[in-house]
């Protein structure tokens, strides 16, 4: 099994900057791809960025450019993904999510909240 714990939500003004990590413990060789979704009320989960083991990367429309989704090491041997935002939006105000795709099924971490406002 794997566990994931995020960290690094808050609090922050529009234009404004944080960076969420997430560090998965237990199985994670059997780790394939790390991701990042988020959640806002009233609103059903989405996808916003995922890496894969090889690296590739692809983000949902409304943060292409202002998001980047980066693990320690390519392969996620480390189990450590981040996730930098930039330019941050009222609207990506919602509890972000991570999960991590495994041979066996999908793990989710138990949320962190990033509200923006001023």
């Known amino acids: 099994q794997v566990q994931l714990v995020e960290s690094g939500g808050g609090l922050v003004q529009p234009g404004g900057s944080l960076r969420l990590s997430c560090t998965a413990s237990g199985s994670i060789f059997a780790i394939n791809t790390m991701g990042w979704y988020r959640q806002a009320p009233g609103k059903q989960r989405e996808l916003v960025a995922r890496i894969t083991n090889s690296g590739t990367t692809n983000y949902a429309d409304s943060v292409k450019g202002r998001f980047t989704i980066s693990t320690i090491s390519r392969d996620n041997s480390k189990g450590t993904v981040y996730l930098q935002m930039n330019t941050l939006q009222p609207e990506d105000t919602a509890t972000y999510y991570c999960?991590?795709?495994?041979?066996?099924?999908?793990?989710w971490g138990q949320g962190t909240q990033v509200t923006v406002s001023s």
């Open positions: 999960q991590a795709g495994t041979t066996r099924g999908y793990a």
